[in-house]
């Protein structure tokens, strides 16, 4: 059974940074592209980041390229998001994502961005 857990999420200010951490059980995260992504109140969700599985290439929502980078540890079978110079409009529910012939999804984690 696959399980992805997130964790991480927290009140900042802006201009602040956060660590989001999703840690696979069941799946190695070396063989899925594991994504980010995010839905704020009122919104659709959308992708954030994504690793790939072969060669680990990634992609990211132009919104926060350059802010956030995605990485992945596979002796810790756990994929990250590090945040850095978050808006409020980064406010949202984060949510890890694996594809491996079929999608996970993990129960999301909170991110506020406010003074």
């Known amino acids: 059974q696959v399980q992805l857990v997130e964790s991480g999420g927290g009140l900042v200010p802006p201009g602040g940074s956060l660590r989001l951490s999703c840690a696979a059980s069941?799946?190695?995260?070396?063989?899925?592209?594991m994504s980010w992504y995010r839905q704020a109140p009122g919104k659709e969700r959308e992708l954030v980041a994504r690793?790939?599985?072969?060669?680990?290439?990634?992609d990211y929502a132009d919104s926060v390229k350059g802010r956030f980078t995605i990485s992945r540890d596979n002796a810790k079978n756990t994929v990250y998001l590090q945040m850095n110079s978050l808006k409020p409009e980064d406010t949202a529910v984060y949510y890890c994502?694996?594809?491996?012939?079929?999608?996970?999804w993990g129960q999301g984690t909170q991110v506020t961005i406010s003074s």
């Open positions: 994502n694996a594809v491996f012939f079929r999608s996970y």
């Open positions: 069941g799946l190695p995260v070396s063989t899925a592209t």
């Open positions: 690793i790939t599985s072969a060669g680990g290439s990634t």
